[in-house]
């Protein structure tokens, strides 16, 4: 070790660090020695850290001189072992002004204050060693608390690290229930991990103290203290020296105590280790706190999903018994239908046998109404039949080809002579044929109930009229029907609730309500749409929309027949290969058949034999028929390609939604043979006239649409814009338009793509149109300015990527704004339309 020389241990006083030469501080180390000090000594500072780790100092002495001991004092800070420790600067051999200037932590002046310096420095040492080891312990106590184990372990790691910080025989934490409790538990104990055992207050004075006055209770002398006066035979035999109980309180609920014990010992526990087993008392207190609330917590959750499952049961048998009355009110309501039935036929026969007589005109027109009503009410009868089938509880419809100016007029003339009886003048303004697709019976019942609606409100000596009218619209003609009366009217407020189910109003004349509600479901299902405003004029207003039929269909109905030698060919999507099978054979015996399995291959197939007739089924895997209808009628090439859809589903929104998609007809499984030969041989023709008429007269665009990206141009976009601002004005729900618009105009190739890359951002019912020179414009219905900033915002960067432009956006909710569409256009920075040459 070099010029390094260790002393023998001479007793446990400490351990002294010298940094100086051993031949001048002889005197000094023998000092050391003679009181008890175990010193290492050595002048090498390149020695220190092998020292330092070695022997493992209380204390430094720097004995070195001159320059020596400035660069002594600087490795001392330097190494990580020792700059921790107390440096005692030597001054017994020398003054010198190094040794006064140097900054250490004390100065050595003679040898006689020598060892209390040292004492003093030591007991630092240690009293710093205890706190770092209380504070290192209560932080794992803490962590401890504040971990996820369970309660018990926690108190038995708690208690452990307790006792090897406090020099305690017993450690213990004891609960009670409550601050009247006269007997706790011990629930963890140092000498015992697994003891658990109930103890009795009164035979432990000190920890009842402790829980009564929920403070500390300190017994130094367990013989001298009167607070133990009365259990000091039993601290006797035990040796008890000192006891310290520290209640657990936590938000003022007092929770048990931590109890600590000596015995057999000469010292009791000092101010330390009081503040120490306080700061525990408080960690533990929340810990046990936080114990006792989840487990209550628990119990109470246990309790919960008892009572669920107790009213799972309950619920499950009160839904048992419910089927059981609707099962029962089934049977009842098919009994009253079945025994309808009889007596209406009767009344219809009787009426048949009337018309066959000789009556005058009135009595004609009177038994013509007769029969026409009771033709409606067997209708009834028999929807009343349908809804007692059960869960299939909905109304359904049988839908053929009707003209709605023929429908209005019939209403109006079964009616007039109600409005005749009340001195009500009642009309029909339709003059223009307007053939769609619906169920005849249920629109009959639509027109009838809003007509007598409108009588019972009219004036005396009133008038109600029924309109027809054709509304042009880019996605297809709509007929638009309004039932209006010169009455006292409806409060506006009252106008979005009129076909509220069960609501009386004004209008509803203090009924139910019912009819108008039915009028609602009735339109509804036909893809239409109703709703109620007050004019200007005054009275109310009843007005409600139905898709028209396809243009083409009604032209071609006059069309010569022309027969072809060769034979058509058609293509049978279906995924069921028994069905498939019993298609191919009824139909090959007059087509070419071919047979796809799935939707998309169904598509794929059509696209590239461009069969003359396609029969597919709606629920279809990979692609479902009506998709597929869709997708064979917005592509040119497979647009004139007619579908017959084919379903086991007896729903009506699927079946009025397939011929208004296209579709040119839509069969029922299971099917007749007879009957499929003879729609697809209608088909086949309907197809044939149809490119016979596409010869005689050139195509020519739909006006509305733009021909560059196939949206809606501006005319368009304003006719779709006008729809959704009064609809949302009738239901008070919000419309926002946004405005598109490139830094610079964009050529016609590069919007190639970009409705497709929209559309796959926004919502099926938001609407997009062009512009002219890449400037786009977005419909967004139900949408407020916010949502629409949003939707525009994530689409853009599509945009932009497509058309290698940048673009601008502006949105205004136009449900609100009192401006012309054609201004808001202009506004948002849509270019101004193009003159008409």
């Known amino acids: 070790m070099g010029d390094s020389l260790r002393a023998e241990l001479a007793g446990p006083r400490g351990r002294v660090l010298v940094i100086g030469a051993r031949k001048t501080n002889e005197v000094l180390l023998a000092h050391l020695s003679h009181a008890g000090f175990q010193w290492v000594i050595t002048e090498d500072l390149g020695e220190l850290p ?198 657990l309180v936590c938000q ?62 309950e619920l499950t048998d009160a839904n048992r018994r419910l089927k059981d009355l609707n099962r029962l009110k089934d049977e009842i309501i098919a009994v009253c239908s079945h025994d309808l039935r009889a007596p209406l036929q009767v009344l219809l026969g009787h009426g048949r046998l009337l018309l066959e007589g000789e009556l005058d005109e009135m009595q004609k027109q009177s038994a013509e109404a007769m029969i026409r009503q009771g033709r409606k009410i067997l209708g009834l009868v028999e929807s009343l039949l349908e809804r007692g089938k059960g869960d299939v509880a909905r109304l359904s419809i049988e839908p053929r080809v009707l003209d709605v100016s023929v429908l209005c007029r019939e209403s109006v003339s079964e009616l007039s002579i109600l409005s005749q009886e009340r001195g009500v003048a009642l009309r029909a303004e339709a003059p223009e044929r307007m053939m769609l697709i619906g169920d005849e019976l249920k629109l009959h019942e639509v027109l009838q109930n809003l007509i007598t609606n409108a009588i019972h409100h009219a004036k005396n000596a009133g008038q109600v009229v029924v309109r027809a009218t054709r509304l042009v619209r880019p996605d297809g003609d709509v007929a638009r029907i309004v039932v209006q009366d010169d009455g006292k009217g409806i409060p506006p407020e009252e106008l979005p609730l009129v076909f509220d189910r069960y609501r009386s109003g004004a209008k509803a004349g203090g009924g139910t309500g019912l009819g108008l509600a039915i009028c609602k479901e009735f339109v509804e299902l036909h893809g239409g749409e109703i709703w109620a405003e007050a004019p200007p004029e005054g009275g109310a207003a009843f007005i409600f929309t139905l898709p028209l039929a396809h243009e083409v269909q009604r032209a071609v109905q006059n069309l010569p027949n022309k027969e072809t030698t060769e034979q058509p060919r058609v293509l049978v999507v279906e995924d069921e290969p028994e069905i498939a099978a019993v298609l191919v054979e009824v139909l090959r015996s007059r087509y070419r058949v071919d047979v796809a399995r799935d939707g998309a291959e169904g598509l794929a197939r059509a696209r590239s034999s461009k069969p003359d007739l396609v029969v597919m089924d709606v629920f279809l895997p990979k692609l479902d028929g009506l998709d597929a209808a869709v997708a064979l009628k917005s592509s040119s090439d497979t647009a004139g390609i007619p579908v017959i859809l084919l379903s086991a589903h007896q729903g009506v929104a699927d079946k009025v939604r397939a011929l208004n998609l296209g579709a040119v007809d839509y069969m029922s499984k299971p099917f007749n043979a007879m009957e499929l030969l003879v729609r697809t041989e209608r088909a086949l023709k309907l197809r044939k006239e149809e490119t016979e008429l596409e010869r005689a007269a050139p195509a020519v665009r739909r006006s509305g649409n733009d021909a560059v990206t196939g949206l809606y141009d501006r005319r368009g976009l304003l006719l779709r814009l006008d729809h959704e601002v009064g609809r949302g004005r009738r239901y008070s729900r919000p419309v926002s338009l946004a405005v598109l618009r490139p830094d610079r105009p964009v050529a016609n190739e590069s919007l190639v793509g970009v409705p497709q890359v929209i559309r796959a951002r926004l919502r099926t019912q938001d609407i997009l149109g062009h512009l002219g020179d890449g400037v786009l414009a977005v419909i967004l219905p139900e949408c407020n300015v916010e949502a629409a900033r949003n939707a525009i915002g994530r689409l853009l960067p599509d945009v932009e990527k497509q058309t290698r432009m940048e673009y601008r956006s502006a949105v205004a909710d136009v449900s609100h704004d009192s401006d012309p569409v054609e201004r808001i256009l202009e506004r948002l920075g849509a270019p101004a339309p193009v003159p008409r040459l």
């Open 252 to 313: 003022d609920e007092l929770l048990g105590a931590l109890f600590l014990r000596i015995s057999h010992g000469t010292e009791g526990f000092n101010r330390d280790e009081q503040e120490f087993a306080q700061a525990v008392g408080a960690a533990l207190a929340n810990c046990i706190r936080n114990a006792r609330l989840h487990t209550s917590l628990k119990k109470k959750r246990d309790e919960l999903e008892l009572a669920y499952v107790e009213r799972y049961r």
């Open 50 to 247: 092998l020292l330092a780790e070695s022997s493992r100092p209380d204390a430094v002495l720097v004995s070195a001189t001159g320059k020596k001991a400035t660069e002594a004092l600087e490795a001392i800070r330097q190494d990580a072992r020792l700059r921790e420790l107390r440096v005692l600067a030597d001054l017994t051999r020398t003054r010198s002004e190094v040794l006064r200037k140097l900054p250490a932590d004390d100065w050595v002046r003679n040898l006689e204050e020598l060892t209390t310096r040292l004492d003093t420095a030591l007991r630092e040492r240690r009293l710093m060693a205890r706190t770092r080891n209380r504070m290192e312990r209560l932080l794992e106590i803490t962590q401890v608390a504040t971990s996820s184990l369970e309660l018990e372990d926690i108190l038995r790691l708690v208690v452990e690290k307790v006792g090897a910080v406090i020099n305690a025989d017993r450690c213990s934490v004891v609960l009670v229930e409550d601050s009247n409790s006269r007997t706790a538990s011990v629930v963890a104990t140092m000498e015992d991990p697994g003891l658990s055992l109930d103890v009795d207050l009164a035979r432990y004075p000190e920890l009842r103290r402790a829980l009564e006055t929920r403070q500390q209770v300190l017994v130094e002398e367990a013989q001298r203290d009167p607070l133990m006066a009365e259990v000091h035979p039993a601290m006797a035999s035990l040796g008890v020296r000192s006891i310290l109980v520290q209640p």
